[in-house]
């Protein structure tokens, strides 16, 4: 335990009150995990943790008071303290209506979502852990505090939790558990899209996103419906031995944990059971599948509230990923171009190729991976050589199109354009004198007729 956190701890004994380090510290403590934040449950209200604090010299935060939480801050060590309390009824599958405060350790931890987060700690008395959390987390099970049904049925969001958690620890969910959220999860219609995106962004970073994607399916589902179609979708192809669902949990497991490579790996295959046809030998194919995965994808990611800088990228890493391109300068200038010079969404592109390569069966894999490293080897070499790629980089911009007589609107955007391809296959130099010869002669090409 951290000083600032056993000095929080005797602050509010040395007054009289209990107090316990609770929640995900412990589980990640036993865990040997790194954790972020310490929460301590203690039996003083929450005016009383205030003036405590502020006494002992420690900053303060009205950060939850309705829901009896304080944020107690030492320099730079923040610690939430929350009054030992067990929650109301549950009105709207989210939020408790009230929160009742109550008296034991016990009660409090009874209100918590799994057994392997309702254990509490104390540096004299060590563990406390009345529901096996310890037992669940040496065996990696998610199990809920209580009756699944009802625990789910109070809150939906803990469905997502209990899948989020699975991926991040690598961890499986216990089977009436999982069996309950099945049953639940039509309550997730009601949970804030922005709370259901913080989890899926964390359940798809996780270590074991892939597999949570697959073994979580039936639940997952209620937020991410198109996934459905991917589930048991056999593909008939030599170098595809997995459905199209186990194909994509290869793939993201198989990528760095980017959130937008993930994203765009989640995505990458969705149009392959709308596109698909089978030939007379019975061998699959899913001509234009990029394109429709896009379009599955756009919906998605709209609906998930992306940006529209987000959603954008991870629609070109979809779109992109199937392209072969070889690792030759002039293809990797016109693939950067089409990405519009963004060189990390590059990166990303060749991550998501890998990704998708280790998805497929072994012996198919191995080139397709060395391809994208060379692309990166490449891409490497490009920008250490200087070489334009980007209408930025060009040695002439628009007040020189305009200043040779070009009508401003889009015929100045279209002659940059054309400028960049021809510096990139080789043409032209990038350089001034070149570059205003090249907009002269586009320019009495397009308007010779007049
Ligand atoms: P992490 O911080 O990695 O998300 P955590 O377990 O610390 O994991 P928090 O959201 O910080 O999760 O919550 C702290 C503790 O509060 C949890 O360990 C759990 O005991 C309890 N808790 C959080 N959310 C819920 C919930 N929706 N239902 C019941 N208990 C919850
Ligand atoms: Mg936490």
Redesign the pocket.
Known sequence: LPRYAEDALRILEGAGHEAWV????V??AIMRRP???I?IASSAPWQEVQRLFEDAGWRTRETGCKHGTITVIREHDAIEVTTFRC?GAYLDARHPDEVTFVRSIEED?A????TM??LAYHPERGLLDPYGGLGDIEAGTIRTVGEADK?FS??A??ML?GC??AS?LDFSIEPETFAAMVRNKGLLGRIAVERVRAELD?LLVGPAAGRVLVDACDAIAAVLPEVVAMKGFEQHTPYHIYDVLEHTARAIDGTAPRLRVRWATLLHDMGKPATFFRDENGRGHFYGHPAVSVAIGRGLLERMLFSSADRDRILALVRWHDDVVPPTPRSVKRLLRRLDGDVELFCDLCELKRGDARGQAPEFSAERIALADALEATLADVLASDEAFSLKQLAVGGSDVLAAGIPQGPAVGSVLEDALQAVIDGEVANDRDALLDFVHRWRDQAYSHK
């Open positions: 609770v929640g995900g510290f589980r990640d954790c972020a934040d929460d929650d931890l209100r918590r979502d799994f987060n309702a625990r109070e809150d969001l803990r939790r989020r958690f991040e964390r």
